[in-house]
Nanobody, 129 residues
């Protein structure tokens, strides 16, 4: 599985950005996909995840710090996952990484980096205050 993230940039506090992640793989629709971020001097942290629950059902999960502001979505026809980020704050400044489990197994560990076997190259989001 190869992942290509894009959409980062410089935005003022209160603004919005939309990140995208294009994935290879025939079973993309059944992968658990996630977004993580890493700020300078900090550990990588979970942002959001989208997990296939069987059939056409998906489960989404968000970090408390982004709930109500960020929305994860996926377009399975285009093998693409998006992260719509609204009401951005300076503390959202980080390199954002998309990740995929690369497995069709349904996992409960959607917020743990170790659960993801494939990572994109990261895209920098800078929020100025």
């Amino acid at each position: 599985v190869q992942l290509q993230a894009s959409g980062g940039g410089l935005v003022q506090a209160g603004g919005s950005l939309r990140l995208s992640c294009v994935a290879s793989g025939r079973t993309f629709s059944k992968y658990t996909m996630g977004w993580f971020r890493q700020a300078p001097g900090k550990e990588r942290e979970f942002v959001a995840a989208s997990r296939w629950n069987g059939g056409s059902s998906y489960y989404t999960r968000y970090a408390d710090s982004v709930k109500g502001r960020f929305t994860i979505s996926r377009d399975n026809a285009k093998n693409t996952m998006n992260l719509q980020m609204n009401s951005l704050k300076s503390e959202d400044t980080a390199v954002y990484y998309c990740a995929a489990t690369g497995s069709t197994l349904i996992t409960a560990r959607t917020s743990l980096p170790d659960e993801y076997g494939y990572w994109g190259q990261g895209t920098l989001v800078t929020v100025s205050s």
